[in-house]
C-alpha cells in the first residue's frame, strides 16, 4: 500500500497567515491526491481533488499543487473558520491517508 | 442535496460483528460507489472498502478477512459488516459517497469521498 506522509504534525499560525502543509506519497501517484478538512466532531469535508482542483463551494484561499510524490496545500490568508485538522488522500484502488496536520491558533 | 446517515448499535461486544447501514436522501444510490471509513478516538482516518451500486466490492487488505459491505438499492442503503471485533476496532465509523476520476490512459480508476455522513461512535466493550 502507498503511505502518505504530512508535515508539519501540527502548526500555529495567525488569522492573515498564509499556512502551507506538505505531503509526500511512498511512490508516485501522479495527480491523485486529495484534500480534506476537518473540524472536531465533524465529518472530513473535501477541499482540493485531483492534487489542484477545488471542490465546488470552498474559498478560493485554498490552493494545492504537486504530482509525483510531493504535494502542498496552502491557505494564501488564514480565517478563523479555517483552524482545523487537514488531511491528504491517495486516491488509487486503496485509499490511504496521512496522519493530519493540525493548525491551530497562534 | 444527497445526505447521508449512518445508523447501528453504538456498542458492540467483543469477538461479535458490528453491523452499521448508511441511508442515502436526497438522490440515488443508483451510478456511484460508496465507502465506509473509521477514525480511532484521536487518530487518522482509515479507508475500510467501497460498494458500487451493482454490488463490486473493494475492501482494506488489512481487514479484508473481516469485513463485507452490501447493497440495498430498492432502500437507497448500504451496510458494513465487521466480525470478531476487538477492542482495536473502536472508532467513529464514516459512511461518503465516492467521486470517482478516472484515467483514459490507463483504464485506472480513482476516488474522492465527497459526501460524507455525521458519523457514528461503535466502541468494543464487554
Known amino acids: 500500500d502507498i503511505q502518505m506522509t504530512q508535515s508539519p504534525s501540527s502548526v500555529s499560525a495567525s488569522v492573515g497567515d498564509r499556512v502551507t502543509i506538505t505531503c509526500q506519497a511512498s511512490?508516485?501517484?501522479?495527480?491523485?491526491l486529495a484534500w480534506y478538512q476537518q473540524k472536531p466532531g465533524k465529518a472530513p469535508k473535501l477541499l482540493i481533488y485531483?492534487?489542484?482542483s477545488l471542490q465546488s463551494g470552498v474559498p478560493s484561499r485554498f490552493s494545492g499543487s504537486g504530482s509525483g510524490t510531493d504535494f502542498t496545500l496552502t491557505i494564501s490568508s488564514l480565517q478563523p473558520e479555517d483552524f482545523a485538522t487537514y488531511y491528504c488522500?491517495?486516491?488509487?484502488?486503496?485509499?490511504?491517508f496521512g496522519q493530519g496536520t493540525r493548525l491551530e491558533i497562534k | 442535496q444527497v445526505q447521508l446517515q449512518e445508523s447501528g448499535p453504538g456498542l458492540v461486544k467483543p469477538s461479535e460483528t458490528l453491523s452499521l447501514t448508511c441511508t442515502v436522501s436526497?438522490?440515488?444510490?443508483?451510478?456511484?460507489?460508496w465507502s465506509w471509513i473509521r477514525q480511532p478516538p484521536g487518530k487518522g482516518l482509515e479507508w475500510i472498502g467501497y460498494?458500487?451500486?451493482?454490488?463490486?466490492?473493494n475492501y482494506n487488505p488489512s481487514l479484508k478477512s473481516r469485513v463485507t459491505i452490501s447493497v440495498d438499492t430498492s432502500k437507497n442503503q448500504f451496510s458494513l459488516k465487521l466480525s470478531s471485533v476487538t477492542a482495536a476496532d473502536t472508532a467513529v465509523y464514516y459512511c461518503?459517497?465516492?467521486?470517482?476520476?478516472?484515467?483514459?490512459?490507463?483504464?485506472?480508476?480513482?476516488?474522492?469521498?465527497?459526501?460524507w455522513g455525521k458519523g457514528t461512535t461503535v466502541t468494543v466493550s464487554s
Open positions: 460498494i458500487y451500486y451493482s454490488g463490486s466490492t
Open positions: 511512490q508516485g501517484i501522479s495527480s491523485w
Open positions: 436526497g438522490g440515488s444510490i443508483s451510478s456511484y460507489y
Open positions: 488522500q491517495q486516491a488509487n484502488s486503496f485509499p490511504t
Open positions: 485531483a492534487a489542484s
Open positions: 461518503a459517497r465516492d467521486w470517482v476520476d478516472y484515467d483514459i490512459l490507463t483504464g485506472y480508476h480513482y476516488y474522492y469521498m465527497d459526501v
